[in-house]
């Protein structure tokens, strides 16, 4: 029997994009076997090390605990859509510049869920910078590197402490 | 290499705009509902669980996504997620065990996606929310189809789960909100949690504290357990040794002797049975000396 499927649209990367897909197909699935885009990284498929990083109406979340038809209506970011956007690049720089890259593997999941953060709380202490990053796995780095690259992009927004929310909470 | 059950299909797929429509859906007690989808993607793709022949995408009906204080009762939708308890205010200033226990949730990622309802339906002993909704007298409220209208009922908490992964709920039920009574003066709770380490871990014990803390005594004493029992449950017990008594050496003694024998633990990947048991008795003393120093 064929799999029931579903036609989906959604922005992707801030494009529309329509596809059909079985319904329990999975977003990790959609974005990387589907739509060739690779950047979402599939490492442990079961939510605990943030590789598949996406933003859905800009909240983040873990791409192979989600059902792609849920992505339909949405707007969806992954890397791809964020690495050449200005207010991404210093970030992204900031990973380099600090070391924060070894293999590589976890950097999009990391680059996606501190933009999620930073959004929020652009004005984050290391404390605070650690716990958003709590559900993002690194084998290579020891996290420091990655910390450091986050804070000191924290300290080049330079944002003054009152205004912390930028974003009015959803 | 092990191969892992393959995954079925579900021949219907629909996304009601709201409860009514959503309980017109499971009226034929034949489908599987998907909330935040963090519990049942994995299940599903991991075949420890079959599609119904209907999949219910229920994350598109607004009425299921507020919190709410009206008189002395809040209302939270069943598709409020971790983290929009950990950012309520009303939940921060009247309930701050539930936020307590929002904060120990998984990571940011899956709190974003995991929703209250979802907790509760999966119905795990370890599931972080319940132990302190079971000591906050929590109520759930559910909603079905019925002689062509829309009925609800209320079920308290400490009577709505039945084993792992089953509830009270009937097959043609969706869960609408959980319901919390306005907590008095001097409302006293606290929210343990044991996990190998701080960020996405299961529980291996939890514990719920809660009651009115007044001259180091605690009165309407709730206390619940987390990941002890196949359901979470109230440990009534160890409630009655706490009730109106000076939280001095000796209660407080009797009071985790009580916890310790009341939990009856298992083992399991996790833990053994004997180390929840000590962990129930240790982290129950803390959580006790804590109250008495407040
Ligand atoms: C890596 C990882 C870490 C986790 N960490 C934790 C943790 O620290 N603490 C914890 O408690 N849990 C944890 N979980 C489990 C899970 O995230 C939670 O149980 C979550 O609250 C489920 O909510 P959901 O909206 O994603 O549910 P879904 O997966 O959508 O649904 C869960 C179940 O409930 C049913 N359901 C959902 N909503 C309703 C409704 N309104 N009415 C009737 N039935 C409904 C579904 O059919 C399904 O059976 C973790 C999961 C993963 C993958
Ligand atoms: S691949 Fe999704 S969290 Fe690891
Ligand atoms: S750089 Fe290799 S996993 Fe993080």
Redo the contacts between chains.
């Keep these: 029997?064929k799999?029931?499927t579903?036609e989906i649209t959604f922005a992707l990367n801030g494009r529309p994009r329509s596809v059909e897909i079985?319904?329990?197909l999975?977003a990790l699935d959609l974005l990387r076997d589907v739509l060739g885009l690779t950047g979402t990284k599939y490492a442990c498929g079961?939510?605990?090390c943030?590789a598949c990083?996406i933003l859905v109406d800009e909240?983040?979340?873990?791409s192979?605990?989600?059902?792609a038809?849920?992505l339909?209506g949405r707007a969806v970011t992954t890397i791809e859509g964020i690495a050449t956007d200005d207010t991404c690049a210093p970030l992204i720089q900031a990973f380099v510049a600090a070391g924060a890259v070894q293999c590589g593997f976890c950097t999009p999941g990391l680059v996606l869920?501190a933009r999620?953060?930073l959004a929020d709380n652009p004005a984050a202490d290391r404390t605070a910078i650690k716990?958003?990053i709590?559900?993002?796995l690194c084998r290579c780095t020891g996290y420091q590197k990655i910390i450091d690259a986050v804070a000191s992009h924290v300290a080049a927004l330079n944002v003054p402490e009152g205004r912390q929310d930028a974003r009015p909470?959803? | 290499m092990a191969t892992l059950p393959a995954m079925n299909a579900p021949a219907a797929y629909l996304v009601p705009a709201s409860v009514d429509e959503a309980a017109d859906a499971l009226s034929d007690g034949e489908a599987t509902l998907l909330a935040g989808g963090t519990d049942l993607l994995l299940q599903t793709h991991q075949g420890v669980r079959a599609f119904r022949r209907t999949l219910v995408n229920i994350s598109r009906i607004a009425e299921l996504k507020t919190i709410s204080l009206s008189g002395d009762r809040f209302r939270i939708g069943a598709l409020v997620t971790i983290t929009e308890l950990l950012h309520s205010k009303l939940v921060c200033q009247h309930l701050p065990i539930l936020a307590q226990a929002a904060d120990h949730f998984a990571s940011d990622q899956i709190r974003n996606a995991a929703t209250v309802g979802g907790n509760l339906c999966n119905a795990s002993p370890a599931g972080d929310m319940l132990p302190p909704l079971l000591a906050l007298d929590a109520t759930v409220e559910l909603a079905c189809r019925k002689d062509h209208r829309l009925q609800r009922r209320n079920v308290p908490l400490d009577q709505f789960f039945l084993g792992p992964r089953r509830t009270a709920m009937a097959a043609d039920e969706l869960l609408t909100a959980v319901e919390i009574p306005l907590p008095p003066a001097r409302h006293y709770g606290r929210f343990f949690k044991l996990g190998t380490r701080p960020a996405l871990d299961i529980s291996i014990i939890s514990i719920a504290l809660a009651g009115v803390l007044e001259n180091r005594q605690l009165t309407g004493v709730r206390v619940a357990f987390g990941a002890v029992a196949p359901i979470p449950v109230r440990a009534r017990r160890t409630e009655a040794a706490l009730e109106g008594r000076t939280l001095d050496a000796e209660v407080i003694s009797t009071a985790v002797e009580t916890a310790r024998a009341e939990a009856t633990p298992i083992s399991d990947i996790r833990a053994s049975a004997w180390y929840r048991s000590e962990m129930i008795f240790n982290m129950m003393r803390r959580l006790l000396h804590e109250a008495a120093d407040a």
Excluded: K
Excluded at chain 1, 59 to 62: E, V
Excluded at chain 1, 64 to 67: A, K
């Design positions: 029997m799999p029931l579903r079985p319904v329990t999975s079961e939510g605990e943030g990083t909240r983040s979340l873990c192979c605990l989600l059902f038809v849920d339909d869920q999620h953060f716990r958003a709590e559900g993002n909470r959803r």
